[in-house]
């Protein structure tokens, strides 16, 4: 538990801190990451699977777990390979099955699931500095993505905040 807690504080320092200051965040060649493109869809569908696992008995939280995970390596210095997509849908597939079921339920796949909340964690603060006129870099992210985040703004990071609220309770916890 403690654990999920320090990997929770990790997301939010990630999450808040300007992407020029940090590490590279996914490899070169994380060719599936790199590729992946959000859509209107694929937001409507992961709020989905938030909002059903609001209701999980999981403790702690299996969704909120995984962002933690994922962020811990960026805490880590480790960048995002296309392996560490491979290895978070294993893990929800065969270890958390209220995060399964809820994503199933929600019309996705275990893999667009993970993509989606890899590329809103990249797009998300990246977009946020460049609507602050900040410079901004997207080597770990692509263009279309974070130009897909700024045009979908209010949305999105309604998304993004509901996340983080999420998060903060877990931390609590």
């Known amino acids: 538990m403690k654990t999920v807690a320090v990997l929770i504080t990790l997301l939010g320092v990630t999450m808040a801190a300007p992407a020029t200051a940090q590490p590279r965040r996914v490899d070169p060649g994380a060719r599936e990451i790199l590729a992946y493109r959000l859509t209107a869809d694929s937001l409507r569908r992961v709020d989905a699977v938030m909002r059903e696992m609001d209701r999980a008995t999981e403790a702690p939280r299996s969704d909120v777990a995984m962002i933690g995970v994922l962020s811990g390596a960026w805490a880590s210095g480790n960048a995002w390979r296309d392996r560490t997509a491979d ?5 929800i597939e065969t270890g958390h099955s209220e995060l399964s079921r809820a994503i199933r339920s929600a019309g996705l796949s275990t893999r667009d699931y993970v993509l989606t909340m890899m590329t809103l964690m990249l797009a998300h603060p990246t977009a946020s500095m460049s609507r602050q006129g900040r410079g901004v870099t997207t080597s770990d ?7 897909w ?3 979908n703004w ?3 990071d309604r998304f993004m905040r509901d996340l983080q609220q999420r998060m903060d309770v877990a931390r609590r916890r």
């Open 87 to 91: 290895d978070a849908v294993r893990t």
């Open 149 to 151: 985040v700024e045009a």
């Open 141 to 147: 992210v692509a263009a279309e993505n974070v130009a």
């Open 154 to 156: 209010y949305d999105v």
